[in-house]
């Protein structure tokens, strides 16, 4: 999926036209321990949902707990479910990662549609619709358990 919307923005992008500006972000310290702590605090919130939602609802419970862990990061939930492997078959923890990162990709283009310049909405669009798009149709054939 990220190949395709690399080619795909890459072959929109005019040549004639000069890059967005780049805004960094100051360097923080790496070993933060408020930033650890908060990650921490996450995954345990996250592995918690993950292990209360697999015993309620089975299957639909990681799905359900990777699309909410995907709104917001894709860190814990893949942590949480790669814990899942000796306790749920691969399958649908791959399905639950695949929801996650399409989630977390809408997302991010949601914001891109809400915030973003009108240049911004109309350069993201092909790329993020490339990757989502396809995404989506893998997303129900495997579920359809092809």
């Known amino acids: ?16 036209q000069d890059p967005l500006p780049l805004h960094y972000r100051p360097a923080t310290n790496p070993v933060n321990l408020k930033e650890a702590i908060w990650f921490a605090g996450l995954f345990l919130a ?9 015993a309620w609802l089975g299957n639909a419970g990681i799905a359900l707990a990777s699309a909410l862990a995907g709104l917001t990061d894709m860190d814990a939930i893949t942590i949480s479910l790669a814990d899942q492997t000796s306790r749920s078959e691969i399958r649908m923890l791959t399905i639950g990662l695949l929801i996650a990162a399409l989630v977390n990709t809408l997302v991010k283009y949601g914001l891109c549609l809400a915030l973003g310049s009108q240049d911004l909405r109309h350069s993201t669009s092909r790329a993020f619709l490339a990757v989502l798009v396809p995404g989506f149709l893998w997303l129900v054939w495997v579920w359809a358990g092809n």
Not at 1 to 16: C, I, K, N, T, V
Request: no cysteine.
């Open 1 to 16: 999926m990220p190949a395709l919307g690399l080619s795909s923005e890459s072959g929109y992008r005019r040549q004639d």
């Open 46 to 54: 996250v592995k918690w949902a993950v292990n209360l939602a697999h």
